[in-house]
């Protein structure tokens, strides 16, 4: 009988990941995705919304400019720093509070809009989160996600990383959250409709060199993958990735433009 995965001891590992490097260099080109989310929940001046392993805050100020009274929470102290600059330098009204998304410090049906771009799918206890999330927002009201697909470039990318240096046996794949049938599985019972549209990212960098030395440098989970390994492992993982980004490329030799696909979620709560 395989032992039970040690979720408490995942979840520490994970939060140091995030907490190495710097997420903001990454968070901020995706921008544009909690501004497509903000759009698909139609989101209302005075609405109440938290913002759920919000990193840097794209959903954050997305709602915020919309003129909505927003909390954004992560369980990485420096990651709400970075949000908390750019709200105050678009004189932004914005509540940051440190929590983690498998139990959030706030009463049930809190809030009108529950959001999470690219957040919320790193939890170890992915039916916990979930349920989370379900339960502090309002009946009636939005839970609305960004999530990467498994077969979408980050989804191939974790992949890449597991190959080089395994998850632990037992965890979920946090691109299951990029899949409709898991998405039924974790909200089914507490949403009265769950709408789904498959939607492109595009990575802009120089080369796949660039990308590599940016993504190795700032995003927590490329950083410490390519910090466990010894040179040669590490250069093998370097030459999978630039296999990969070149393989998804439609930029040419002279530059770099990748799709990475993910599921814009909206869950209207039962």
Known sequence: MSTPIDLNALKSRQKVAWASGDYAVIGTKLQI??????????????????????????????????????????????????????????????????????????????????????????????????AELARVCRPGGRIGLANWTPEGFIGQMFKTLGRHLPPPAGAQPPSLWGTEAHLQTLFADRAAKIAVTRRMFNFRYRSAA???????????????????????????????????????????PDSLVVPGEYLEVVITRR
Not at 226 to 242: I, K, V, Y
Request: hydrophobic share 45%; with cysteine; charged share 25%.
């Open 33 to 130: 995705v909690g501004e497509q989310l903000a759009e698909a929940c139609d989101l209302r001046c005075d609405e109440q919304v938290l913002d759920v392993a919000a990193g840097n805050g794209n959903a954050t100020l997305a709602a915020a400019r919309r003129g909505c009274k927003v909390t954004s929470t992560d369980y990485v102290p420096a990651l709400l720093e970075r949000g908390e600059d750019r709200a105050r330098a678009e004189r932004l009204e914005v509540t940051f509070q440190v929590a983690d998304a498998e139990a959030l410090p706030f009463e049930d049906a809190s809030f009108d809009v529950v959001l999470s771009t690219f957040g919320v799918m790193f939890t170890p206890d992915q039916a916990k989160a979930a």
């Open 210 to 252: 660039h990308f590599i030395e940016v993504f190795r440098t700032w995003y927590g989970p490329v950083h410490k993958a390519f910090a466990a390994l010894e040179a040669d492992a590490a250069l093998a993982l370097e030459h999978d990735l630039t296999e990969l980004l070149n393989s998804l490329n439609r930029a040419g």
